[in-house]
């Protein structure tokens, strides 16, 4: 298996913009999350899916995010508008079960809002 | 809530020497983890302990969890430059999130 693959990889945008990050989980995973990692903040959970269903999105900043599962092998995290403070690496994980086993990390998505 | 600080927050050893990380949480957890990212990487899973456990071992990694001081470390036994990276403990409360640590730098020195 190729693992959990994300796109993009690296992303720069104006602020203003709309930005769709894109992911594929590990064929299989019945569970989906969403990361954004920074410096100052560390690691933060946004969300996560089970069965394709959103069961927890506490962490979601505000209204200008939003995450979509529409199947079981893909999923979106969009930023609108985008903001200089929404800067940060967007990692997407997968998990066998709901209970969180072992994550299984993409690669992240870096972007930059100027 | 916090479910993983750990400490210290940089740490940097001779190779061959070892390595201990601590993680403290703050809530009830029904197991830990430990994770290590390199440099632009993302996060990879190193080793599992449940509540009910208190030591565990996989290859150079001793995990050792005391729920009663609601702590945790990670020992690895004959550092390498290759285990340069970033370590992050993580708890899985009652309510299945697994919430992360802001992560441990370790530099090994060839």
């Known amino acids: 298996d190729a693992g959990v693959i994300q796109s993009p990889r690296h992303e720069v945008t104006e602020m203003g913009q709309e930005v769709t990050l894109r992911c594929k989980p590990i064929s299989g995973h019945n569970s989906l999350f969403w990361y954004r990692q920074t410096m100052m903040r560390g690691l933060e959970l946004l969300i996560y899916f089970n069965n394709n269903v959103p069961i927890d999105d506490s962490g979601m900043p505000e209204d200008r995010f939003s995450a979509k599962m529409p199947n079981a092998s893909f999923s979106t995290l969009k930023i609108q508008p985008s903001e200089p403070r929404d800067s940060a690496v967007y990692f997407c994980?997968?998990?066998?079960?709901?209970?969180?086993?072992?994550?299984?990390f993409g690669e992240g998505s870096r972007l930059t809002v100027l | 809530s916090q479910q993983g600080e750990e400490d210290p927050q940089a740490l940097s050893i001779q190779e061959g020497e070892n390595a201990t990380m601590n993680c403290s949480y703050k809530?009830?957890?029904?197991?830990l983890q430990w994770y290590r990212q390199n440099s632009g990487r993302g996060l990879v899973h190193l080793i599992l302990i449940r509540s009910n456990e208190r030591e565990k071992h996989s290859g150079r990694l001793r995990v050792t969890l005391d729920t009663s001081k609601k702590s945790s470390s990670l020992l690895i036994t004959a550092s390498r430059a290759a285990d340069t990276a970033s370590y992050f403990c993580?708890?899985?409360?009652?309510?299945?999130?697994?919430?992360f640590g802001k992560g441990i730098t370790l530099s090994v020195r060839p």
């Open positions: 809530t009830s957890i029904n197991n």
């Open positions: 994980a997968s998990s066998l079960y709901r209970d969180a086993g072992e994550l299984f």
């Open positions: 993580a708890g899985t409360g009652a309510n299945s999130k697994l919430t």
